[in-house]
T-cell receptor, first 110, second 114 residues
């Protein structure tokens, strides 16, 4: 079974502090991992995907197959990073389905 | 830009009513999805469709049905609305083959069942 776990429902950090949103997954094949973000009053949108290996808005995420993790990191949090973040998994064996975690609500305190 | 639109942003219905939620995408995507989004539960897949007239159950299909008569349109139907179906409903689409691996979401429909 495919599963995505985000252990933190709520996360608060001060502006300028590092932030890490945790994501662990369970998948028997080669997964595609994503982070989606939903800002207040906006639609859910893709933040980044592991195959791109890029930094978006200062965020990075590395796929660690040994630990089955895909944690989202940013060295210096900004107020505009406050949002709901979802980790998601898909893969060729999922029948085109995406599996989402339960989400982490990030609040950056000024 | 991919545009995924949903027919209503807010909807209030009464218990027992039949409810239709419409979703339209303009990128010729093969796959379309309906989720409900609830605090603490994340996104849960209700149904998805990988082609016209094709549908697959997701994790929570009970109380829902879907219709996909045209490639660009995917409808979610609540046969007899109940209060526990009060939620935010999100539609999404994605392409097939090399275009399958990003989901584009609509703005959501917040449904309240009284």
């Amino acid at each position: 079974a495919q599963r995505v776990t985000q252990p933190e429902k709520l996360l608060s950090v001060f502006k300028g502090a590092p932030v890490e949103l945790k994501c662990n997954y369970s998948y028997s094949g080669s997964p595609e991992l994503f982070w989606y973000v939903q800002y207040s009053r906006q639609r859910l949108q893709l933040l980044l995907r592991h195959i791109s290996r890029e930094s978006i808005k200062g965020f990075t995420a590395d796929l660690n197959k040994g630990e089955t993790s895909f944690h989202l990191k940013k060295p210096f949090a900004q107020e505009e990073d406050s949002a709901m973040y979802y980790c998601a998994l898909s893969g060729r064996g999922t029948g085109n389905q995406f599996y989402f975690g339960t989400g982490t609500s990030l609040t950056v305190i000024p | 830009d991919v545009k995924v639109t949903q027919s209503s942003r807010y909807l209030v219905k009464r218990t027992g009513e039949k409810v239709f939620l419409e979703c339209v995408q303009d990128m010729d995507h093969e796959n379309m999805f309906w989720y409900r989004q609830d605090p603490g539960l994340g996104l849960r897949l209700i149904y998805f469709s990988y082609d016209v007239k094709m549908k697959e159950k997701g994790d929570i299909p009970e109380g829902y049905s879907v219709s996909r008569e045209k490639k660009e349109r995917f409808s979610l139907i609540l046969e007899s609305a109940s209060t526990n179906q009060t939620s935010m409903y999100l539609c999404a689409s994605t392409g097939a083959g090399e275009r399958w691996n990003e989901q584009f979401f609509g703005p959501g429909t917040r449904l309240t069942v009284l």
